[in-house]
């Protein structure tokens, strides 16, 4: 594992084979060299983040968008809403094991052609999941979307981590970061709108326009950012102009086969070895299925008495969240970078800790179990819709504080495979957030909105204290479990 290594070490590393041809010429990144991506401009920095960032809210965005017509779906394809909120957990699920594929060939064949190809296929798969005639379809439709749209969340982390230093990531991060959280939420209330209007099928069909369009956006401006292929690329051109050999620091000369099969069990390595991964995504993973299920019951809830709310009005509904989400990104992420730069100051020797992103995740710690309580028990005893839905604004200005530290927790901790680490965390949560919805209906039934919601409650308490513990203890857990990747 990475703390205070040097990130522009290329992720490709091969040390025994380094250094044996002495005949062939080193090439590396200069302090100004408009080639090294930690040296682009803001504005080249900020067009990539722009393209991915739009990758990483669309894709959560579908998982959800079409929540709002699940009755809907259930009645024209002669079926029960249980099997359509399948499509669901297939999607949700894919969502999570195509980072496991996606973020170690990014590490092996770089960003720009994984994402181009990964969202192209993804926006064509909405075509057939428009026309779906039936659930079979449907569902398979979704989740293969899932696997190929997850590119924008497995490798949005690596490509942050190759253009900016660990002092100004937070920043940026917290504002990518609204992708994957924004998107389910502003999933139902568009899919509201549409359902209602122009029918659930037509949901599919906008996803397939602007989806295109962030693909061709993609291609227009999208540049690679992952040093190794540039480096690669720029060995090419010169032995192409004058015939000579050239590799580059840590160039890796395995065959592709050998590349693929090692980059390939690299998350898994990560999150069965780590005591810090698998802790954090159990963190994630009960904030995702508490969201997941809060999404896919708010029409359940909101329909009945005494709310009967239409589609489009449970649609506003999850600006509640979208909310909390906006109000962290301004007002507590700019302070994950400003509390990370101050410790480093304190510290002896200058040298800043993966650790020291971790303060701001123990305000999500408080926040999330006390909200679950706060909606379960006022949607059981039917207190006024504003009562229950201002809970959800501090439960997202929670989640963005937990998922955000987090983030920058593994890109700092694992530096040289950050992709693969997020890759780790990311299927973990979403095997729950796509897994538990589907039994919650039976849960609330048997136990009520107030003890099932509660449930969710005790679970949160219990991973709560995890940021805590690795700010004490984080260090030497990372240095006893360290693994040659």
């Known amino acids: 594992m990475a703390g205070g290594n040097d990130e522009q070490t290329p992720l490709l590393h091969d040390p025994e084979r380094q250094g044996q041809d002495g005949q062939e010429q080193v090439l590396d990144f200069s302090k100004k060299d408009p080639e090294d991506p930690r040296q682009w401009s803001k504005r080249r920095k900020m067009t990539n983040v722009f393209v991915i960032a739009l990758m990483a809210i669309l894709s959560p965005l579908a998982s959800s968008m079409f929540t709002p017509g699940i009755d809907q779906i259930a009645k024209c394809l002669n079926t029960d809403m249980g099997t359509v909120i399948g499509a669901t957990t297939g999607y949700v699920v894919f969502l999570g094991v195509g980072p496991l594929v996606l973020a170690p060939l990014s590490e092996t064949f770089g960003r720009r052609q994984l994402y181009l190809w990964a969202f192209t296929i993804f926006s064509l798969l909405?075509?057939?999941?428009?026309?779906?005639?039936?659930?079979e379809l449907l569902i398979a439709a979704r989740t293969l979307a899932g696997f190929f749209g997850s590119v924008g969340i497995s490798n949005g982390g690596g490509t942050i981590s190759d253009m900016f230093v660990p002092a100004e990531r937070a920043s940026v991060f917290g504002w990518y970061l609204l992708g994957p959280l924004l998107g389910p939420t502003l999933g139902p209330l568009f899919g509201g709108l549409i359902v209602d209007r122009l029918g659930w099928r037509w949901v599919f069909w906008i996803l397939t326009i602007v989806c295109s369009v962030n693909t061709l956006l993609g291609?227009?401006?999208?540049?690679?950012?992952?040093?190794?292929?540039?480096?690669?690329?720029?060995?090419?051109?010169?032995?192409?102009?004058?015939?000579?050999?050239?590799?580059?620091?840590?160039?890796?000369?395995?065959?592709?086969?050998?590349k693929l099969a090692i980059s390939m069990q690299r998350p898994f390595r990560i999150l069965f070895t780590q005591p810090i991964v698998i802790t954090m995504a159990a963190y994630q993973a009960v904030i995702f299925a508490t969201m997941y299920t809060l999404f896919t019951n708010m029409?359940?809830?909101?329909?009945?008495?005494?709310?009967?709310?239409?589609?489009?009005?449970?649609?506003?509904?999850?600006?509640?969240?979208?909310?909390?989400?906006?109000?962290?990104?301004?007002?507590?992420?700019?302070?994950?970078?400003?509390?990370?730069?101050?410790?480093?100051?304190?510290?002896?020797?200058?040298?800043?800790?993966?650790?020291?992103?971790?303060?701001?995740?123990?305000?999500?710690?408080?926040?999330?179990?006390?909200?679950?309580?706060?909606?379960?028990?006022?949607?059981?005893?039917?207190?006024?819709?504003?009562?229950?839905?201002?809970?959800?604004?501090?439960?997202?200005?929670?989640?963005?504080?937990?998922?955000?530290?987090?983030q920058n927790y593994y890109i700092d901790a694992f530096a040289k495979y950050a992709a693969s680490a997020i890759a780790a965390g990311a299927v973990f949560r979403s095997l729950f957030g796509g897994v538990v919805p589907l039994f919650t209906p039976v849960m609330f039934q048997k136990l009520g909105y107030g003890w099932g919601w509660s449930v969710f409650g005790f679970a949160s308490i219990l991973v709560a204290p995890s940021p805590l513990i690795f700010m004490k203890y984080g260090e030497r857990i990372r240095e006893k479990f360290a693994i040659d990747l």
């Open 126 to 135: 909405q075509i057939p999941t428009a026309l779906a005639p039936n659930i």
């Open 219 to 258: 291609f227009l401006f999208l540049q690679e950012s992952y040093g190794p292929v540039i480096l690669a690329a720029r060995c090419q051109a010169r032995a192409k102009e004058d015939g000579g050999k050239y590799t580059f620091t840590g160039a890796d000369r395995r065959s592709i086969p050998q």
């Open 299 to 406: 029409e359940s809830i909101f329909s009945q008495p005494p709310y009967n709310m239409t589609n489009t009005q449970i649609g506003l509904l999850y600006l509640g969240p979208g909310a909390g989400f906006l109000l962290a990104v301004w007002f507590l992420v700019p302070q994950i970078d400003t509390t990370y730069n101050k410790l480093a100051q304190r510290n002896k020797d200058g040298v800043a800790k993966p650790e020291y992103r971790l303060p701001i995740a123990n305000i999500g710690s408080v926040l999330i179990p006390v909200t679950i309580f706060w909606f379960g028990w006022t949607v059981d005893k039917k207190l006024h819709w504003a009562i229950p839905i201002s809970s959800t604004v501090l439960f997202g200005l929670g989640q963005v504080c937990v998922f955000n530290t987090v």
